[in-house]
């Protein structure tokens, strides 16, 4: 592409947006990709808010009887609603609502104003449907195109989208954003994973989009393959998400590969993948233009403190086919509100450490996945592939933790394992509060996934 220039060929204006373009001189990594707004001052930006709240609340009372009730129920009218806090006010939707009025009973205009659907897999019961304006496509659109730009991405640049196409809203999310922002996109969706990798390579793919799960996965079958994906291709970039993963995974992810990996977030409900970290990696931007967040105590439904962990609780204030009022997302996470330092004003919110609905509960004490992923990276013997298996022998709960160590570690000696096994259970049981009989693997035992990893598999359940 950058040849044509040479030759004199005007470049294409289509793709190009000037503001990002008067913004990138000097810093390449200080890009925006709409300066105006990722930029406002907070005071402007919640004025914004505020008015957009307003109509928002006035439109889905408008055109939705189940918010009409809703709000009846709550003793809220439109009018109620003047100023950005008053949003306390309002009702929350969840999950179960949305499920109940399967399927487009939450919809706020009539089918002929949709333009797409996409559709939740159900597997933790009835799935649920979203359905999208052309302009909810395009606000979708955007808040990628940011969140593109701020990692550093642009024209130029060639995005793997190993993330699944079709219902799941994390290829096509991702396939228009790329595009949006003038990359080139290697629509790749998930699996076959060697082709991934000549791909990769063959069309010097800089970034990859997909879960951090999988893309440790094609780390490993490339090793196999004899191929460095440091030394070997051109990627410098990996945008992960749709599952939880730790910080400890990022560190390992970047030693071992080279590039940078950034967190990205977003969920079906609200459109599908939203927001990433800018290039400084700490906290994932959250288009407040666009959406309205509150971090609440899961318990009471009050406002934690600054710096507090809570709830993530959304209300959308640009999509009109499904708009979400105070919708409970079950993400935990802890606001922060500082102006970062690339500039942004919009609030960050820190790592995602899981869903209400992924901790596991045992012996009475709230453990997340992440957490014991955490504990289990920052021992250099231990390998990025584990599992967790509750089960219940008689009246208490047993947690096995089962994790593969490193071709290195995993010598004959079973002292060596046995003393690392212990250790490993020690630094679980200071960190958790409970105890687990851990379980260490060869390489390889762990059965792979290219899409969400299973990493819990709780037998109590069953
Ligand atoms: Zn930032």
Not at 56 to 69: G, L, N, P
């Given at each position: ?195 991934q990798i000549e791909l990769m390579q063959d069309l010097g793919s800089t970034a990859i989009a997909c879960t951090p799960s999988y893309f440790l996965y094609i780390n490993e079958v490339a090793q196999q393959m004899g191929i460095s994906i440091r030394d070997d291709t051109k990627l410098k970039v990996g945008v992960f998400g749709a599952e939880p993963w730790s910080e400890e995974t990022r560190k390992r992810i970047e030693e071992a590969t080279g590039i940078k990996a950034y967190d990205i977030f977003g969920t079906s409900e609200m459109s599908g993948p939203l927001f990433t970290e800018c290039h400084l990696q700490n906290g ?179």
């Open positions: 592409m950058r040849g044509l220039l040479g030759l004199g060929v005007q470049q294409p204006t289509v793709f190009y947006n000037w503001n990002a373009m008067i913004a990138s001189v000097g810093d390449m990594m200080f890009r925006y990709w709409n300066p105006h707004i990722e930029r406002m001052p907070l005071t402007d930006l919640q004025k914004l808010q505020e008015n957009r709240l307003r109509s928002v609340v006035r439109f889905v009372s408008a055109h939705s009887a189940f918010y009409r009730q809703r709000f009846a129920e709550a003793g809220v009218a439109p009018e109620d609603i003047t100023k950005l806090s008053d949003v306390a006010k309002l009702p929350f939707t969840t999950k179960l609502d949305l499920r109940n009025t399967y399927p487009t009973g939450m919809f706020c205009l009539p089918g002929d104003w949709i333009v797409r659907y996409h559709v939740s897999s159900g597997t933790t019961g009835k799935p649920t449907v979203v359905g999208y304006t052309q302009g909810d496509i395009d606000m979708w659109t955007d808040s990628l195109a940011r969140a593109l730009t701020s990692i550093g991405l642009g024209r130029g640049d060639v995005i793997q989208v190993g993330y699944g196409y079709g219902l799941f809203t994390g290829g096509l999310g991702l396939h228009y954003g790329a595009e949006k922002i003038g990359a080139t996109v290697l629509p790749m969706g998930t699996g076959n994973t060697e082709r994932i931007h959250v288009w407040a233009d666009y959406f309205l967040i509150e971090v609440l105590d899961p318990k009471t439904g009050e406002q934690v403190g600054e710096g507090e962990r809570g709830e993530l609780v959304v209300t959308t204030l640009d999509k009109w086919a499904f708009p979400l009022i105070r919708y409970r997302i079950g993400d935990l996470t802890i606001l922060n509100t500082e102006v970062c330092e690339c500039g942004r004003t919009h609030p960050r919110i820190m790592r995602i450490l899981g869903r209400t609905d992924d901790m596991l509960i045992i012996r009475g004490i709230n453990v997340f996945p992440s957490q014991v992923e955490s504990v289990l990276l920052r021992m250099p013997e231990i390998g990025e592939q584990y599992q967790i298996i509750v089960d219940r022998k008689g009246p208490l709960d047993v947690m096995t933790v089962k994790v593969e160590v490193t071709e290195k570690a995993f010598s004959d000696k079973i002292s060596d394992l046995m003393s690392l096994s212990k250790r490993v259970a020690k630094e679980l049981q200071k960190v958790l509060n409970v105890s687990a009989e851990v379980e260490l693997v060869e390489q390889g035992t762990i059965p792979r996934s290219m899409g969400k990893a299973q990493r819990v598999i709780d037998k109590r359940k069953v």
